[in-house]
């Protein structure tokens, strides 16, 4: 039971792709082509936001969106240090330096009623990671940033297509990252990322920086920028995935709602959607007592799960000095002890999930 199964997707859209791929090559017109512009004119309108700026990583959205939004030498930047690492060390290339704060044991995301004591005079942005396929408390993070006049920064590398009250990403604050890396719910075949923004400054200054900092004028520039095109070949894949994206999502829900009846009377903690938020299960995360025994249990009866993420941030040599080190931050610790995701991916059938949720509960006997 694969955790991730991209060849499925690719036989689902293999009849519109082909062809496209086909005619880029033929064409030449490998990057920042019409595939592009559609890609972002689309992404933008599903997530009802005016702005849509294709690059070539989501860790590059996210370099962009700091440099963009003004984020730089001397600021800080309140996040999380449960998050891939792509969230903390764009922070540090940007000049600035990231403050942990701990995350609710919910949807394991930033802690809004903590954040307000870690704002000092260098404060310049709150940035949330929107984990797993959820928005983290978008209205209490956007209120917090509003009442100190701070820029809000979503990395919703993982949240494509996640709400809050129908309101998408990339809406609750200057602008959000994405990205579109070949695992996530519209994976590419290989990096991919985008831009969110409502702000017409930002996404012009983006769309500038993804080439060397240019201007209008070709070889003149505004600013010291980036290579970080979209290749065009990735937005074909994307366009044609993201026609089946509602779909495969709702199919990740369907999933998620049999592993979550399946595990009822186990000691795992099935996920918890925060109120208000439409879950898009980018991850289905269970904490777990026993977590590596269990672990190894489902591999051992051909159950593939992972650990995101086994050591927070702060642990990590890099980024040690951020934080005042073990118990620093108790939730985030502990979360990363147990948690599990078990494989959520649109093209499992109900059975191999039941199977799956059988397994943890004979391991633990439930
Ligand atoms: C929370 C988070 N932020 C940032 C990134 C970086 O995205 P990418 O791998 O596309 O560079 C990822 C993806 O792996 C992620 O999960």
């Known amino acids: 039971m694969p955790f991730v199964d991209v060849r499925s997707q690719y036989a689902e859209v293999r009849g519109t792709l082909d062809p496209w791929v086909s005619e880029i090559l033929e064409t030449g017109a490998y990057v920042l082509g019409k595939h592009n512009r559609a890609l972002e004119e689309e992404v933008a309108r599903w997530h009802g936001v005016r702005h ?17 939004a003004g984020v730089g030498q001397g600021d800080e930047v309140i996040t999380t240090a449960f998050t ?7 922070i540090l290339q940007a000049g600035a330096r990231p403050v942990f704060v701990d995350i609710e044991a919910a949807g394991f995301m930033l802690d809004p009623s903590l954040v307000e004591r870690a704002i000092t005079e260098r404060t310049k942005a709150i ?10 408390d978008v209205e209490a993070l956007v209120q917090t940033a509003q009442s100190h006049n701070l820029l809000l920064l979503e990395d919703a590398a993982q949240a494509i297509d996640s709400s809050h009250n ?16 070949v695992t996530k719910n519209l994976g590419a075949a290989g990096d991919a990322g985008m831009i969110l923004t409502n702000d017409d400054e930002i996404a012009e200054k983006s769309r500038s920086m993804r080439v060397h900092g240019m201007g209008r004028e070709r070889y003149y520039y505004d600013y010291v920028g980036y ?9 074909a894949v994307l366009r044609a995935k993201l026609a089946r994206l509602r779909e495969w999502n709702a199919r990740r829900a369907e999933l998620a709602a049999i592993y979550t009846e399946e595990l009822q009377g186990t000691p795992v903690r099935t996920p918890q959607v925060l109120p208000g938020n439409n879950h898009t299960w980018h991850q289905y995360s269970v904490v777990a007592p026993k977590r590596d025994e269990l672990q190894a249990f489902l591999k051992e009866n051909g159950v593939d799960s992972m650990v995101y993420y086994p050591v927070p941030l702060h642990f990590h040599k890099p980024y040690r000095h951020l934080a005042a080190g073990p118990g620093s931050l108790p939730v985030t610790e502990e979360i990363a002890a147990s948690i599990l995701s078990l494989p959520v991916h649109p093209h499992l059938s109900d059975d191999q999930v039941r199977y799956a949720a059988g397994k943890v509960r004979e391991f633990y006997g439930a």
């Open 227 to 235: 290579t970080s095109r979209m290749d065009e070949l990735q937005a």
């Open 84 to 90: 891939f690492v792509a969230s903390v060390e764009v």
């Open 52 to 68: 849509g700026i294709a690059v070539n990583s989501g860790t590059d959205a996210l370099r962009i969106m700091l440099d963009a």
């Open 127 to 136: 940035m949330p990671v929107h984990l797993f396929g959820q928005l983290a």
């Open 166 to 181: 129908g309101v998408f990403a990339g809406n609750f604050g200057a602008a959000a990252g994405l990205s579109f890396y």
